[in-house]
């Protein structure tokens, strides 16, 4: 059984740069399709950043030339580089295959804020 855990979010300020992991404990672990999701207070849990099995990345629009998602499958983590960060970043940042066949992590809040 794969449990998801996020890291590396935080309190920074407007134009700074965080790097969420993602890390799988247990069971088989790829990086093929997966994403990143974020939910911001009294918002639904949107989609963010994928990987595809090819490498190819897809990102929301509001991030574009801002975050980057790679991984390392040998460390069966997940990444995301979050660089320009704006106030309007601000959420719990989750990972998750894009079929979302895993349960939830507990997630990792970003804060933007000056």
């Known amino acids: 059984q794969v449990r998801l855990v996020e890291s590396g979010g935080g309190l920074v300020q407007p134009g700074g740069s965080l790097r969420l992991s993602c890390t799988a404990n247990?069971?088989?672990?790829?990086?093929?399709?997966m994403g990143w999701y974020r939910q911001a207070p009294g918002k639904q849990r949107e989609w963010v950043a994928s990987i595809s099995r090819t490498g190819n990345t897809n990102y929301i629009d509001s991030v574009k030339g801002r975050f980057t998602i790679s991984g390392d499958n040998a460390k069966k983590t997940l990444f995301l580089q979050m660089n320009s960060l704006k106030p309007e970043d601000t959420a719990v940042y989750y990972c998750?295959?894009?079929?979302?066949?895993?349960?939830w992590g507990q997630g990792t809040q970003v804060t933007v804020s000056s």
């Open positions: 247990g069971g088989i672990f790829s990086i093929n399709y």
């Open positions: 998750n295959e894009l079929s979302l066949k895993y349960s």
